[in-house]
Nanobody, 123 residues
Framework: QVQLVESGGGPVQAGGSLRLSCVFF????????MGWFRQAPGNERWGVAA????????VYADSAKGRFTISKDNNKNILYLGMDWLKTEDTAMYYC????????????????WGQGTQVTVSS
């Protein structure tokens, strides 16, 4: 059974840092692409960053470049999102996502979602 479990969200002041974690279980075929998405109230769920098993390639949304870092520990089955220099506009529910092919930046290729972890950045 495929399962994604996020943690690490919470309140933080602008300029601060957080690291989100996503422990994943199950058939690794579905983890060829793994990513982090976020959704603020009234907005569409959209990709922030993704990492691909083939070659370890990473991609980032423009809003995340230079501030966020996605990484994966294949031995521990954990996906991370390091977030530095957080801004109030980063406030959203963050979701871990996985898919067998391309799972970024839209959600069409996502096969599995985690339950989400809330990030709230205050000024």
């Amino acid at each position: 059974q495929v399962q994604l479990v996020e943690s690490g969200g919470g309140p933080v002041q602008a300029g601060g840092s957080l690291r989100l974690s996503c422990v994943f279980f199950g058939y690794t075929y579905y983890y060829n692409c793994m990513g982090w998405f976020r959704q603020a109230p009234g907005n569409e769920r959209w990709g922030v960053a993704a990492i691909y098993t083939a070659g370890g390639r990473t991609v980032y949304a423009d809003s995340a470049k230079g501030r966020f870092t996605i990484s994966k520990d294949n031995n521990k089955n954990i996906l991370y999102l390091g977030m530095d220099w957080l801004k109030t506009e980063d406030t959203a529910m963050y979701y871990c996502a996985a898919g067998p092919d391309d799972c970024y930046p839209g959600s069409l290729g996502v096969r599995y979602w985690g339950q989400g972890t809330q990030v709230t950045v205050s000024s």
